[in-house]
């Protein structure tokens, strides 16, 4: 069965830096676009970044450009968020999502599967 | 950027009742939009893609509808275990933007 499960979460000051990892199984994970969400405490979903099948094409949030960086290993089934520069209000759960096929996107449809999130404290 | 405007933010419906949320989009997205159920604590599980398909193993009393920049979530007899927040999603462009939420709780 499809298991997409995220860690390197912790807590990390202000300027700090953090990379996440989510290893996926259950699936051909080179055949898939991976997208990270985060969710700040009691707040709505927020889209962070988008990074291609292959790894040679990626997209990130406004918020984030310069200052995170998504990649991927596809022989060892993991998708990586480094996150530097870190500020006080990106605490937050970060998850992992897969894009589902078929949407007519190269990027991928429906968030199909999610990991179970990890969780990320930006505080002095 | 595309911004996603779901209404309302919470609702309050018995059990049995008929609920209904909206979402528009500032720019139109034809069909590619997902709807998604999140529970406390849990990470969000796609219901609806594609506007108006049911994912695999959801229950029927969820439906979508809509295309362009209007879309409709409907619960159609709610039931407890449907107490979650929804989130409407596009997916027709990067980045992809979701709506802010809609808590539901039983009256």
Same mark, same amino acid.
């Given at each position: 069965?499809?298991?997409?499960?995220?860690?390197?979460?912790?807590?990390?000051?202000?300027?700090?830096?953090?990379?996440?990892?989510?290893?996926?199984?259950?699936?051909?994970?080179?055949?898939?676009?991976?997208?990270?969400? &985060?969710? +700040?405490? =009691?707040? %709505?979903?927020? @889209?962070?970044?988008?990074?291609? /099948?292959? #790894?040679?094409?990626?997209?990130?949030?406004?918020?984030?450009?310069?200052?995170?960086?998504?990649?991927?290993?596809?022989?060892?089934?993991?998708?990586?968020?480094?996150?530097?520069?870190?500020?006080?209000?990106?605490?937050?759960?970060?998850?992992?999502? &897969?894009? +589902?096929? =078929?949407? %007519?996107?190269? @990027?991928?449809?429906?968030?199909? /599967?999610? #990991?179970?999130?990890?969780?990320?404290?930006?505080?002095? | 950027?595309?911004?996603?405007?779901?209404?309302?933010?919470?609702?309050?419906?018995?059990?049995?009742?008929?609920?209904?949320?909206?979402?528009?989009?500032?720019?139109?997205?034809?069909?590619?939009?997902?709807?998604?159920?999140?529970?406390?604590?849990?990470?969000?599980?796609?219901?609806?893609?594609?506007?108006?398909?049911?994912?695999?193993?959801?229950?029927?009393?969820?439906?979508?509808?809509?295309?362009?920049?209007?879309?409709?979530?409907?619960?159609?007899?709610?039931?407890?275990?449907?107490?979650?927040?929804?989130?409407?999603?596009?997916?027709?462009?990067?980045?992809?933007?979701?709506?802010?939420?809609?808590?539901?709780?039983?009256?």
């Amino acid at each position: 069965q499809v298991q997409l499960v995220e860690s390197g979460g912790g807590v990390v000051q202000p300027g700090g830096s953090l990379r996440l990892s989510c290893a996926a199984s259950g699936f051909t994970f080179s055949s898939y676009a991976m997208h990270w969400v &985060r969710q +700040a405490p =009691g707040k %709505g979903l927020d @889209w962070v970044a988008v990074i291609s /099948y292959d #790894g040679s094409n990626k997209y990130y949030a406004d918020s984030v450009k310069g200052r995170f960086t998504i990649s991927r290993d596809n022989s060892q089934n993991t998708l990586y968020l480094q996150m530097n520069s870190l500020r006080a209000e990106e605490t937050a759960v970060f998850y992992c999502a &897969r894009a +589902a096929h =078929g949407s %007519g996107s190269f @990027w991928g449809g429906r968030f199909d /599967y999610w #990991g179970q999130g990890t969780l990320v404290t930006v505080s002095s | 950027d595309i911004q996603m405007t779901q209404s309302p933010s919470s609702l309050s419906a018995s059990v049995g009742d008929r609920v209904t949320i909206t979402c528009q989009a500032s720019q139109d997205i034809s069909n590619y939009l997902n709807w998604y159920q999140q529970k406390p604590g849990k990470a969000p599980k796609v219901l609806i893609y594609d506007a108006s398909n049911l994912e695999t193993g959801v229950p029927s009393r969820f439906s979508g509808s809509g295309s362009g920049t209007d879309f409709t979530f409907t619960i159609s007899s709610l039931q407890p275990e449907d107490i979650a927040t929804y989130y409407c999603q596009q997916y027709a462009t990067l980045p992809r933007t979701f709506g802010g939420g809609t808590k539901v709780e039983i009256k």
